[in-house]
């Protein structure tokens, strides 16, 4: 089974920068997207950035400018750089991998708080 383990999250003054970090193990092909939602209690979970094998991103409208998504494929490892952090960028950040070769797949890490103190 594919697994997903996140590291990176912490406190942050607003204005701040943290990086993110998701490693994926297992057996994993190599066309995939990975990415980063967010989710605030009492709220839906929502986009954050994402970022396909080949390279093309995608990022919520909140945190274009600020953020940046990258990845290593060798290691199977997607990134998430934070700047100019605001007090609205608090929520727990979970990693997703996602694919469809061999076969539709969707799998998340457990998760990482981030909390950006106003």
């Known amino acids: 089974q594919v697994q997903l383990v996140e590291s990176g999250g912490g406190l942050v003054q607003t204005g701040g920068s943290l990086r993110l970090s998701c490693a994926a193990s297992g057996r994993i092909s190599s066309f995939n997207t990975m990415g980063w939602y967010r989710q605030v209690p009492g709220k839906q979970r929502e986009l954050v950035a994402t970022?396909?094998?080949?390279?093309?991103?995608n990022y919520a409208d909140s945190v274009k400018g600020r953020f940046t998504v990258s990845r290593d494929n060798a290691k199977n490892t997607v990134y998430l750089q934070m700047n100019m952090l605001k007090p609205e960028d608090t929520a727990v950040y979970y990693c997703?991998?996602?694919?469809?070769?061999?076969?539709?797949?969707?799998?998340w890490g457990q998760g990482t708080q981030v909390t950006v103190s106003s």
């Open positions: 997703n991998l996602r694919g469809i070769v061999p076969m539709s797949y969707n799998y």
């Open positions: 970022i396909t094998s080949a390279g093309n991103t």
